[in-house]
T-cell receptor
Framework: DADVTQTPRNRITKTGKRIMLECSQT?????MYWYRQDPGLGLQLIYY???????NKGEISDGYSVSRQAQAKFSLSLESAIPNQTALYFC???????????FGPGTRLTVL | DQQVKQNSPSLSVQEGRISILNCDYT??????FLWYKKYPAEGPTFLIS?????DKNEDGRFTVFLNKSAKHLSLHIVPSQPGDSAVYFC?????????????FGSGTQLTVLP
C-alpha cells in the first residue's frame, strides 16, 4: 500500500465551487505539505504543517486553506475555485530528522 | 525570481551513455540539495541528496556533484537506461528557525533512447 495517498486523483469543477483535496499518510511523519505544479514550473509550496496545531502559509497560499485533522491527515480546500487554480496538486510528508520529503501520487484539478 | 533554475527543459541520451542534468541556484544560504525523479501520473520520488559540506555523493549509477563557488549542482547517471526516462527536479533547502522548506527547479525531461 502507498505510504502517502491523495483523493481524488482527478477532479473537474466549475468556477466558484468549493472543493477539498485530501491527503493521508501511514509513514508516521509529523510534517505534511501541499504543493501545486503548473506546466513548465517546479513545485510551489501552498501550506505546510509541522504538527496538528502548527499550520504555516507557503509561497502561494492565497485562495487556499488547509486543515490538519490528525497526524495522518492534511486537507487542502479551495474556497472558491478559479480557472488559474487548474494544476497538479501534491501532498508530501517528511520526518524532522531528515529533509527528504515523500510525495503522494497527485491530484489533477481542472477548474472550468 | 527563481532561486533554483534548471535551464534545460529536456535532454535526450542514448542508452548506455552518460546523462548529465544541471541545476543552478542563487541563494547562498541553501545548504542541502536533493534530486527527485517523476514519472507521469505519479508523485516525485526521492533519488539522491547532498549536503553543502560535501562536493560529491554517489549511489549506484547516480552521482550528484556540488560546486558551491559556482552555485551549481549536477546529476550524473551512468550508464543511462530507458527506465530512467522521467522528469528530474532539483531542490534546495535552508534552515530557517526550526523549519526547512524545499525550493524546486522547473524540472528537466530526460529521455533515454534504446
Amino acid at each position: 500500500d502507498a505510504d502517502v495517498t491523495q483523493t481524488p486523483r482527478n477532479r473537474i469543477t466549475k468556477t466558484g465551487k468549493r472543493i477539498m483535496l485530501e491527503c493521508s499518510q501511514t509513514k508516521g511523519h509529523d510534517r505534511m505539505y501541499w504543493y501545486r505544479q503548473d506546466p513548465g514550473l517546479g513545485l510551489q509550496l501552498i501550506y505546510y504543517s509541522f504538527d496538528v496545531k502548527d499550520i504555516n502559509k507557503g509561497e502561494i497560499s492565497d485562495g487556499y486553506s488547509v486543515s490538519r485533522q490528525a497526524q495522518a491527515k492534511f486537507s487542502l480546500s479551495l474556497e472558491s475555485a478559479i480557472p488559474n487554480q487548474t494544476a497538479l496538486y501534491f501532498c508530501a510528508t517528511s520526518d524532522p530528522r531528515s529533509d527528504t520529503q515523500y510525495f503522494g501520487p497527485g491530484t489533477r484539478l481542472t477548474v472550468l | 525570481d527563481q532561486q533554483v533554475k534548471q535551464n534545460s527543459p529536456s535532454l535526450s541520451v542514448q542508452e548506455g551513455r552518460i546523462s548529465i542534468l544541471n541545476c543552478d541556484y542563487t541563494n547562498s544560504m541553501f545548504d542541502y540539495f536533493l534530486w527527485y525523479k517523476k514519472y507521469p501520473a505519479e508523485g516525485p520520488t526521492f533519488l539522491i541528496s547532498i549536503s553543502s559540506i560535501k562536493d560529491k555523493n554517489e549511489d549506484g549509477r547516480f552521482t550528484v556533484f556540488l560546486n558551491k563557488s559556482a552555485k551549481h549542482l549536477s546529476l550524473h547517471i551512468v550508464p543511462s537506461q530507458p527506465g530512467d526516462s522521467a522528469v528530474y527536479f532539483c531542490a534546495a533547502s535552508e534552515q530557517s528557525g526550526s523549519a526547512r522548506q524545499l525550493t524546486f527547479g522547473s524540472g528537466t525531461q530526460l529521455t533515454v533512447l534504446p
